[in-house]
């Protein structure tokens, strides 16, 4: 999954090549290949088709260790499913007149502008890495031995790569080397990756290097070797020759699935916004105004993916009181309206965050975000809970159709609802989310006991 900022991949530059690459081959075809065919036939297919297709070959899978071999392979695989499709586009509307040389024409002329620019765009990169230091990840390497020197040789030979390496820990040198003051370093340091070496570590220590990165958002990664390892779904990685394992893979990082998430909660959450709020909002904020004095909706800053502050807003169920960002609803509330009780009893007043689904701050399912002020003594408290910012917060999820909704009496509730919301996000899929959903409805009509 894509971040922003000083050591993240830029979240723009596969927005941008998808519309230079659109832009090219749709200009192509118009203006020069197929000037016959009426553009308003030919380009919303070509769009669609496009994207599908790039999603499906990978074609804008290229990170800052991906080899030119790599994207040569994307290029080529791209350019023959494409010519494929626009030889069958031809095929079904035959009375064009389309000759087949044309398309090759058309689809190598597409694919030298199309290769010119990926590889420019690769290339400058580089180059920004290397000169300006920008676009770059803050690494430390656990271990030292062959492997490991030969990964710090990469980062520190190739600064094109956008790789800033601060420091290789010798976990041998048992007199120098303590777990706790590494961890302390890389917390001082603001480090993004972490790299261990598997042989080198015991399996306590794997214990606590993988819980310390997981509550502090820290990205892992090994260096295999031939010592067994955790029985978990790991994912290879090339940096130029020296294989990397990723421990925790997230179905969400993939493009595709990406793609597919965001697809359903703009439909989802627009199809409610136009059949549903259109017409609920107004008689809800004239049933709250004529309880109480304040504003119709309650906004309230909450911590979302990678951990960035948003305002997730709902319909207001409480009199304006300055407890509100710091306390959740308990039963028997005093502060929740007449209105409120049944809004939330109903979970009407979750409904205008929609609008933070539609806006792209929150999704239809996934972890259920909380208060910064609780977000902030989870973190301490419990082991792990940081592990839920690697996705996009949801409305509903699965902790709350698990029993695990509402107000957290004790810390059993929130440890529950974390394992439940690991579970989610690496064994997520679409027909989960529709799981959850139609759950998510029946628990509504049906009640719920802490829905209060």
């Known amino acids: 999954m894509n971040r922003f900022g000083q050591g993240g991949y830029s979240g723009y530059l596969r927005l941008i090549s998808y519309v230079i690459d659109l832009s090219i081959i749709n200009s192509l075809a118009v203006l020069i290949f197929f000037k016959n065919v009426d553009p308003f036939l ?26 030119e071999i790599t994207i040569v392979s994307l290029i080529f695989r791209q350019m023959t499913l494409f010519g494929m499709l626009t030889l069958s586009f031809s095929g079904f509307n035959h009375d064009l007149g389309i000759h087949p040389y044309t398309i090759f024409k058309y ?18 990169l580089q180059r920004y890495r290397a000169i300006f230091g ?36 010798n976990l041998k040198d048992k007199t120098s080397f303590n777990l706790e003051e590494c961890f302390q370093f890389i917390l001082k340091e603001k480090i993004d990756e972490i790299y261990c070496s598997i042989s080198e570590l015991s399996n306590s220590q794997m214990d606590m290097v993988i819980n310390f990165a997981d509550n502090n958002l820290k990205i892992l990664k090994f260096l295999p070797d031939n010592k ?38 703009i439909l989802f959450s627009s199809f409610v916004i136009i059949f549903l709020l259109s017409w609920l909002t107004p008689i809800v904020a004239i049933l709250i105004k004529l309880e109480s004095k304040g504003p119709v909706f309650f906004k309230q800053s909450r911590n979302g993916f990678n951990y960035k502050e948003f305002d997730c807003y709902k319909f207001r169920s409480m009199t304006p009181n300055e407890d509100a960002h710091l306390y959740q609803a308990t039963r028997d509330d005093q502060r929740v309206t007449k209105i409120g009780k049944f809004i939330r009893k109903t979970s009407i007043d979750e409904l205008p965050q929609f609008y933070n689904v539609l806006f792209g701050d929150m999704s239809v399912v996934g972890p259920r975000p909380h208060m910064v002020s609780h977000t902030n003594m989870y973190a301490k408290r419990i082991d792990k809970f940081m592990v839920r910012h690697f996705v996009k917060p949801g409305i509903t999820g699965l902790a709350q159709i698990s ?6 009496e004790t810390d059993k509730d929130i440890i529950g609802r974390v394992k439940y919301d690991i579970f989610y996000i690496e064994n997520w899929s679409l027909l989960l989310d529709l799981k959850i959903i139609t759950k998510t409805f029946i628990n509504t009509v049906k009640g719920e006991e802490k829905a209060y």
Do not use: C, M
């Not at 676009?135 to 710090?152: D, F, M, S």
């Not at 893979?249 to 359903?264: G, H, T, W, Y």
């Open 42 to 67: 030919f380009v919303p297919i070509a769009l669609i088709s496009w994207v599908i297709l790039s999603l499906f070959s990978k074609f804008y899978e290229v990170y800052r260790f991906t080899r």
């Open 107 to 124: 689809v190598l002329t597409a694919f030298i502008f199309i290769s010119f620019f990926k590889f420019s765009l690769y290339y400058l």
């Open 228 to 265: 067994d390892i955790y029985s978990k779904k790991l994912k290879y990685e090339y940096y130029d020759y020296i294989p990397i394992l990723s421990l925790r893979n997230i179905p969400l990082e993939d493009s595709v699935n990406q793609f597919f998430k965001r697809a359903f909660d």
């Open 134 to 169: 920008g676009n770059y990840r803050i690494t430390v390497i656990l271990g030292r031995n062959k492997q490991t020197i030969a990964l710090e040789n990469f980062f520190n030979k190739n600064p094109e790569y956008g790789y800033k390496h601060k420091k290789t820990f």
């Open 403 to 408: 029993g695990f909704r509402g107000e957290v």
